[in-house]
């Protein structure tokens, strides 16, 4: 049976078999890491949104030039963020505009 020209076929089959489980596998573990990445920055939003809560707790919601001594304590904002912030921005401008310019032509009269 194994010399059957069907058994060429099979094999196709089970080779392409193979790759599909190797991209679903491949795309699990992508989906797995994404989810981590999630977590992390929900983390340090939470920690952050816990930080300045207490802050306002203790000050009534007045900021004092020693909280800024202490924001120092935070760490710097990093190239790749800044950067995501500054495209974002950019984004939402421009955004804006096109609005600003496209809505009155499409109104009717």
């Given at each position: 049976p194994w010399l059957t020209p069907s058994s060429g076929i099979e094999v196709n089959d089970n080779l392409e078999s193979a790759r599909a489980g190797?991209?679903?596998r491949a795309g699990a573990k992508a989906a797995r890491l994404v989810k981590i990445v999630r977590m992390v920055r929900l983390v340090r939003l939470v920690k952050?949104?816990?930080?300045f809560s207490e802050k306002?707790?203790?000050k009534d919601g007045t900021i004092t030039p020693d909280d800024f001594e202490e924001l120092e304590?935070?760490?710097k904002e990093t190239h790749v963020g800044a950067e995501m912030s500054d495209r974002t921005t950019k984004k939402v401008i421009l955004g804006i505009l096109i609005?600003?310019?496209v809505i009155p032509?499409?109104?009717d009269d």
């Open positions: 190797k991209a679903s952050l949104y816990k930080y306002k707790n203790k304590h935070f760490p609005m600003l310019v032509i499409l109104q």
